[in-house]
């Protein structure tokens, strides 16, 4: 017997479920966003174990540890290559005091000119800002100490995470269908596999779109003769992926590190470069390789990066879209969930309620027409 409830009692239950969500996406921040990535990773990297188990004829447990050091390889290889470069940065460091210090003379001289302030007056103003600026910088320091001993901590996670995952697929599969009656065995495995294509797919289109990126960018920067252009493009390549935000901090990134190391004349030619390669993989790169994978609508993109920032900040906006796809993918197949997978979506076809929503909009649209009609016979006579 098919129970309907009211409309308060489900939106009730919704906004409940919202916080107690949220709560316990707050409180569990260090052990569920490892366990986000591993899921993510483990399900790239199920190809190559079914090419090792199947083709190789690996054990199971063999083919999961070959996978899960593969992907931390990778990952630490960019890393240390990263490393390099800032260290590299680390001893241009004089540099970019002289520079700091000749654009602030210059600053302060027309600041005198233009406003008549003088020096005197212009150093108090400094010194005060400065010893804001060390207590902040100190925090600051603090937080960056802080915050490598949580990469290397969340990167630990994220191996075991991916190596168990892999490991335990099928286990974890047969707990799912058994999770749910036999009339809806189908539909579960139809949204574990639709989950299993999109993510593999998104995040092999993903990579992709950053190699791209990376290197039109070191192509630029090495033609406009920066220093550090492999770090700059490797920034570039990986802050892209982050929508609408990336692009801004690639920018402002590259031009403080070009204004310190090059001067200001190569600044320009830095933004133009960024903004047409930002314009290429919008246009070109990002709808042929990544859009077709995913498509949420940009509304729901611009939330759900706020939301993962305040939740689990940085990591949280790279882990957004593949969270949102799993959840349309999941609202677009369950009875009752569908208008959200709508919301998030960008078709505008929606077949639980095309027929009525075409009548009623085309019916609106005769009676706005013919009161447009009225209106203009009226005026003529």
Same mark, same amino acid.
């Given at each position: 017997?098919?129970?309907?409830?009211?409309?308060?009692?489900?939106?009730?239950?919704?906004?409940?479920?919202?916080?107690?969500?949220?709560?316990?996406?707050?409180?569990?921040?260090? #052990?569920?966003?490892?366990?986000?990535?591993?899921?993510?990773?483990?399900?790239?990297?199920?190809?190559?174990?079914?090419?090792?188990?199947?083709?190789?004829?690996?054990?199971?447990?063999?083919?999961?540890?070959?996978?899960?050091?593969?992907?931390?390889?990778?990952?630490?290889?960019?890393?240390?290559?990263?490393?390099?470069?800032?260290?590299?940065?680390?001893?241009?460091?004089?540099?970019? /005091?002289?520079?700091?210090?000749?654009?602030?003379?210059?600053?302060?001289?027309?600041?005198?000119?233009?406003?008549?302030?003088?020096?005197?007056?212009?150093?108090?103003?400094?010194?005060? +800002?400065?010893?804001?600026?060390?207590?902040?910088?100190?925090?600051?320091?603090?937080?960056?100490?802080?915050?490598?001993?949580?990469?290397?901590?969340?990167?630990?996670?994220?191996?075991?995470?991916?190596?168990?995952?892999?490991?335990?697929?099928?286990?974890?599969?047969?707990?799912?269908?058994?999770?749910? +009656?036999? +009339?809806?065995? *189908?539909?579960?495995?139809?949204?574990?596999?639709?989950?299993?294509?999109?993510?593999?797919?998104?995040?092999?289109?993903?990579?992709?779109?950053?190699?791209?990126?990376?290197?039109?960018?070191?192509?630029?920067?090495?033609? #406009?003769?920066?220093?550090?252009?492999?770090?700059?493009?490797?920034?570039?390549?990986?802050?892209?992926?982050?929508?609408?935000?990336?692009?801004?901090?690639?920018?402002?990134?590259?031009?403080?590190?070009?204004?310190?190391?090059?001067?200001?004349?190569?600044?320009?030619?830095?933004?133009?470069?960024?903004?047409?390669?930002?314009?290429?993989?919008?246009?070109?790169?990002?709808?042929?390789?990544?859009?077709?994978?995913? *498509?949420?609508?940009?509304?729901?993109?611009?939330?759900?990066?706020?939301?993962?920032?305040?939740?689990?900040?940085?990591?949280?906006?790279?882990?957004?879209?593949?969270?949102?796809?799993?959840?349309?993918?999941?609202?677009?197949?369950?009875?009752?969930?569908?208008?959200?997978?709508?919301?998030?979506?960008?078709?505008?076809?929606?077949?639980?309620? *095309?027929? +009525?929503?075409? *009548?009623?909009?085309?019916?609106?649209?005769?009676?706005?027409?013919?009161?447009?009609?009225?209106?203009?016979?009226?005026? /003529?006579?």
């Amino acid at each position: 017997m098919n129970q309907t409830y009211p409309f308060y009692l489900k939106l009730s239950c919704i906004l409940i479920s919202i916080v107690i969500l949220g709560f316990l996406a707050i409180i569990g921040q260090q #052990i569920l966003v490892p366990m986000v990535l591993g899921l993510l990773i483990a399900i790239l990297l199920m190809p190559m174990c079914r090419f090792m188990e199947n083709k190789l004829r690996f054990p199971r447990g063999l083919s999961s540890i070959l996978a899960s050091i593969f992907a931390l390889a990778v990952i630490g290889a960019i890393i240390y290559l990263m490393s390099i470069e800032v260290a590299k940065l680390a001893n241009d460091w004089p540099q970019f /005091q002289k520079q700091f210090t000749d654009l602030v003379d210059n600053l302060q001289s027309w600041i005198s000119r233009t406003f008549g302030v003088r020096r005197r007056d212009q150093l108090e103003y400094m010194n005060d +800002t400065l010893k804001k600026s060390i207590s902040t910088g100190t925090a600051i320091l603090e937080k960056t100490l802080t915050s490598v001993g949580y990469v290397l901590m969340l990167t630990g996670f994220t191996f075991l995470f991916t190596l168990f995952f892999l490991l335990y697929r099928t286990h974890i599969l047969k707990f799912l269908v058994a999770s749910f +009656t036999e +009339t809806h065995h *189908k539909t579960v495995f139809e949204i574990v596999e639709n989950i299993q294509f999109m993510v593999k797919k998104y995040l092999v289109g993903l990579f992709l779109q950053m190699i791209i990126v990376t290197i039109l960018s070191f192509i630029a920067y090495t033609v #406009i003769g920066v220093k550090y252009n492999f770090m700059l493009a490797i920034l570039t390549g990986i802050l892209n992926i982050l929508p609408y935000i990336g692009i801004f901090t690639a920018l402002l990134i590259g031009a403080l590190i070009t204004f310190a190391t090059s001067g200001i004349s190569h600044v320009l030619f830095i933004v133009i470069a960024i903004v047409v390669i930002h314009a290429i993989d919008g246009n070109i790169i990002m709808p042929r390789v990544v859009g077709s994978k995913v *498509k949420i609508n940009s509304l729901i993109v611009i939330i759900g990066l706020v939301v993962g920032e305040m939740l689990w900040g940085i990591a949280g906006m790279f882990l957004t879209i593949p969270v949102l796809a799993i959840l349309k993918i999941i609202f677009d197949r369950v009875e009752g969930l569908q208008s959200w997978g709508f919301l998030m979506g960008e078709d505008d076809e929606v077949p639980v309620f *095309k027929s +009525t929503f075409d *009548k009623y909009f085309y019916t609106k649209k005769a009676k706005v027409d013919k009161i447009i009609a009225d209106s203009d016979n009226e005026t /003529q006579e």
